[in-house]
């Protein structure tokens, strides 16, 4: 027979540890809403008021969409549930498009939801859905209290997941009330790569999209597209659709193809957007260094190359008279040492999209404000 201790090394981490394991069954009797009817809010999807769909470009876009965005698009990175309610728990359930799958994301973040409670300006962590690693559908308490009184809560939706359908458990009888109107109708509008849409944070509301959506309370649009931020025309054209744009912040040299060809599409993509928004502030974004630069300069090079390059257009575009465009440097918005806020090398880790949010949040202020 083995040691005690070779015994306990054998045991799955939920019976050493009570607080690994998943939760048990939801309390009995919940009465189940959708968030598609009132006065449950809808946020982060450009087209929903017409379309009713959780996706995060129009069901049949009117211009020529590469069929990686167009799957991408279903993605709910961004979405978030809106609404108060006195109701001492919330559960959600949840039938995916996948289940998760991959190696150095949790599945909180690719398919799970998690639960702020307090309201603007004050929104504090309260749960995040508990489920086995590859389910496409599950079950589960995101809030309990012993208190019922009205809340204000925001539900994240998956980063790197469809979503089939959503309802929402609250104890029976408990009331339903519409969310704080937000400052204004305008949306911030942010398109990008993996990293815009929130690849690899730990739980959907450590994107950085939806941290700054914590902090400014307008509605936040996420078109990142992983791996597919490739500045087409097109994007552009579809970004350009949706109403009332606070500002348009461009982030996309991560996917760009390579130096000549991000001189090629960037130039076009501006104007596309510029075009159908004159005076829109549009914050341009370079990409933040990679782990690897210390030991393959040819990488720190060629970001170095266009962020010259995006520097020297965006000066041009302010001689030339846009007075509404920025850019932001992205070389320091992971700190001295880059590496230590990434999980690859590549995508953040949540202290990575903590420190690009606090570096993107007084220049996205200032755009709004003018």
């Not at 590549?346 to 755009?367: E, M, S, Y």
């Amino acid at each position: 027979m083995g040691s005690d201790s070779e015994k306990l090394t054998s045991s799955p981490l939920h019976q050493l540890d009570r607080n690994m394991s998943i939760d048990g069954p939801l309390p009995d009797g919940l009465q189940w809403h959708s968030p598609l009817e009132e006065p449950f809010h809808v946020a982060g999807f450009g087209w929903f008021p017409a379309e009713r769909l959780y996706r995060r470009l129009p069901a049949v876009p009117d211009v020529p969409v590469r069929p990686e965005v167009d799957a991408l698009a279903n993605c709910t990175s961004g979405g978030q549930i809106r609404f108060r309610t006195d109701s001492r728990t919330v559960s959600v359930r949840v039938r995916l498009t996948s289940g998760s799958g991959m190696y150095h994301m949790p599945p909180t973040g690719e398919c799970g939801m998690d639960a702020y409670i307090g309201g603007p300006g004050r929104w504090l962590h309260a749960g995040t859905a508990s489920f086995k690693a590859g389910q496409d559908e599950y079950e589960s308490s995101l809030f309990t209290c012993a208190d019922a009184e009205e809340r204000s809560f925001m539900l994240n939706m998956p980063l790197y997941q469809g979503v089939r359908e959503l309802w929402i458990g609250l104890e029976p009888g408990a009331k339903v009330w519409g969310p704080e109107p937000y400052e204004s109708s305008k949306r911030v509008i942010l398109y990008g790569t993996s990293i815009t849409q929130g690849g690899c944070a730990s739980r959907p509301g450590m994107s950085y999209t939806n941290i700054l959506s914590r902090h400014i309370h307008l509605e936040f649009i996420n078109l990142g597209f992983s791996g597919n931020g490739r500045g087409e025309p097109e994007l552009a054209m579809l970004a350009s659709q949706i109403s009332d744009p606070a500002c348009f912040v461009i982030d996309y040299e991560a996917n760009c193809g390579g130096t000549e060809e991000y001189r090629r599409t960037l130039p076009i993509f501006i104007e596309t957007y510029r075009e159908a928004h004159p005076d829109v502030p549009i914050i341009l974004v370079s990409r933040i260094p990679h782990g690897a630069e210390s030991f393959k300069p040819e990488i720190r090079e060629g970001r170095l190359a266009r962020l010259k390059f995006q520097s020297e257009l965006v000066a041009k575009r302010n001689k030339a008279g846009d007075r509404h465009i920025v850019f932001v440097d992205g070389s320091n918005l992971l700190g001295d040492d880059p590496g230590e806020a990434m999980v690859d090398g590549v995508h953040p880790t949540d202290l990575g999209f903590q420190r690009i949010a606090d570096g993107l949040l007084p220049v996205i202020r200032q755009a709004i404000s003018r």
